[in-house]
């Protein structure tokens, strides 16, 4: 991978949001349709978790939000945002707090 700088590293707006709403994506096997809010702001993703995740796992839970991504389509969905999570041999996690924050509050 580059290396980034410290002055590129501050153009992401990371944010800590709530999973409102978990559906099925119409057009794909993989992935959900996620309603996020981040601080009284809704936004939806698309993310591939369906084979880590059931949608009882996701709703309600607290996760961290690339809030300025360049917005995207994926398979026909709008995608304004991305969950980070990591995944290894031992299967996915999704980056998320140790306790509760305020929705929207930025990631330092």
Not at 6 to 20: A, M, N, S, V, Y
Not at 68 to 94: F, H, P, Y
Request: glycine share 8%; hydrophobic share 40%.
């Amino acid at each position: 991978m580059e290396l980034i700088s410290f002055k590129d590293f501050e153009k992401l707006d990371l944010r800590i949001g709530r999973i409102k709403e978990v559906k099925d994506h119409p057009n794909a096997d993989r992935l959900f349709i996620l309603t996020i809010d981040v601080g009284g702001a809704l936004k939806q993703t698309v993310a591939a978790l369906k084979e880590y995740y059931t949608k009882e796992d996701l709703e309600g839970k607290q996760i961290v939000i690339v809030n300025n991504l360049q917005e995207a389509v994926v398979r026909g969905v709008k995608s304004e945002g991305m969950i980070l999570a990591s995944t290894g041999r031992k299967g996915c996690s999704i980056i998320t707090t140790d306790r509760e924050i305020e929705e929207g509050s930025p990631v330092l």
